[in-house]
């Protein structure tokens, strides 16, 4: 259909030609889009040939890409009716029968949508204006194209007027207003759907035929938005939830309950560093220690395949004991949906450089933690490669290369990044951590078999069932299995393991044996467990 046997509605569509993910255009599109105008995406060669169909067509460029993009030539050489450049960095103007001077895309791109706008509004209104100034000259310049006046008898006879029945008439009177409704709403939804329908196809073509690195294995020794110049998205979150306790009534004792409940608020945090060195990138908390500072591996509004691997190496720089890594593989602040109130969900393990470790799900809009699927322990280090495998639903952790629990949980559909960092809440000075040999690996969409999975942990089963637990040698390292035990150290707990097959030997240096729970008098004391058994109590753990 033509330009000009298009429908009003039709003709006051904007057509942008961008870069296949372009990031910067893609951000100025949805700033259109909440203007109010009608955008359709060129970013193929199909939709590109349409610019000569539409009002308005926003040309987007960038030095370097725009004479390899094939929709951004396509939409040039169509000679659109209106042609606006818009340029992403400052660059000659390739010459073209452009219609405005060139607009240049801040780094707010939803200043430069309002600016265009106005000028596209203002365009409108123009060729609304100028149609009827068209017409009116033809009518007066040819006179001969009117219609001949109607020629009068001398005879006038009286037409006969008809008479209805009265049933028949009344019928009419009452029916004709609800067919022009019903015609009226017939039109409106097939109009309707058209638009949508124009507006989802040239979305879905763009999602469809642009390969992307979503798509492929990706490696970065020396991860980070400044240390890796591979071309993907690497973000550093400037704020988060955090919990707001409420103040106590004055004259109040101490052991009163507060006037309200906790709340959470949004925290801006720009304290986080990234430094890059040979070795890996250095993150840096300069304050709000007890949050996470974190890097994404961002999807650019994509959500990531359905199977991938991802994995970090976290080593400790200068942190208090109470240092904690995370990797997250839901990371839900890249979605469209995503705001300051949301976008905060994700399903993350936690590992802390005393061992312990923990999987948890963050709520989206609170960033408080919604459900604790696993915990356990591994060996003390300053040093662990965190991975996770995710097939739809179903997660697998694994830290230094160990699977420690795979999860089931449905509450995050897809996933929009990959999250890594750091929290130290016991931290008095700035606490640093290097991270390096972050790997992205999509695998095939196939669907888990559960024969081959080591451990599934769901919400349900994280309810404690009374059962008889019993281990031959009892402790860290010694039990094979699934108990977890916490592990002992001589700075902490004053106490040395070893697992002979007899049991779990613990061994307590000189003058170390007030840490035991056993007295030992002499100088270099030990004493060997085995045959543990736990049983709970009736009544005691829910069913």
Known sequence: MGYDMQPSFLRRRVLVAVAPDDRQAIELIKALRMQGLTVLVASTVVLAAQADEVAVCVVVLHPETWRSTLPIIVAMRCNPRYMIPVLEEPMMLPRAAWATEPFALSEFPAETARALAQMIRHHFQTVAEREPVVVAPRVAISPWLREPEPFEPSIIHKPRRMVLPPQLAQLLRLGWPLTVMLCLSFLSYYFFQLSSMTNTEAVTRTVRTTPTWRDHVYTAAVPGASCDNAGVDWEVPDHYKGQVSPSVKPGTIDN???????????????????????????????????????????????????????????????????????????????????????????????????????????????????????????????????????????????????????????????????????????????????????????????????????????????????????????????????????????????????CPATGLTVTSPGNSAAGLNIRLDERSSGVTYSNFIFTPLPGLYAQ
């Not at 949004?266 to 300069?286: K, P």
């Not at 919400?459 to 977890?484: E, M, N, R, W």
Request: glycine letters at 6%; a negative charge.
């Open 256 to 498: 009163q309950q507060p006037v309200a409940t906790p709340t959470s608020q949004v925290i801006v945090d720009t304290s986080t560093v990234v430094t890059c060195q040979q070795s890996g990138a250095l993150l840096t908390h300069m304050n709000h220690y007890a949050a996470f500072a974190t890097m994404i591996f961002a999807s650019k509004g994509l959500a990531l395949p359905q199977h991938f691997k991802a994995q970090i190496t976290g080593s400790i720089v200068n942190t208090s004991p109470g240092a904690i890594f995370a990797l997250g593989v839901r990371d839900q602040s890249n979605s469209d949906l995503s705001s300051r109130d949301s976008g905060y969900g994700n399903d993350t393990l936690q590992v802390g450089i005393d061992g312990s470790w923990e999987i948890v799900r963050y709520n989206n809009s609170s960033q408080a933690v919604d459900l604790r699927f696993a915990r356990g322990f591994v060996r003390a280090a300053r040093s662990y490669i965190l991975a996770a495998e995710t097939n739809g639903d179903i997660m697998s952790f694994s830290i230094n290369n160990q699977t420690i629990a795979t999860i089931t949980d449905p509450t995050y559909a897809d996933s929009y990044g990959v999250s890594f960092g750091l929290s130290d809440p016991a931290a008095v000075h700035a606490p640093s951590a290097l991270f390096s040999q972050f790997v992205y690996q999509p695998l095939a969409e196939t669907a888990q078999v559960q024969s081959q999975i080591r451990t599934t942990i769901t919400p349900h089963s994280l309810q404690p069932v009374p059962t008889i637990y019993t281990a031959v040698a009892p402790g860290f390292g010694c039990d094979p299995g699934k108990g977890q035990w916490q592990p002992t150290s001589v700075a902490l707990d004053h106490a040395i393991t070893h």
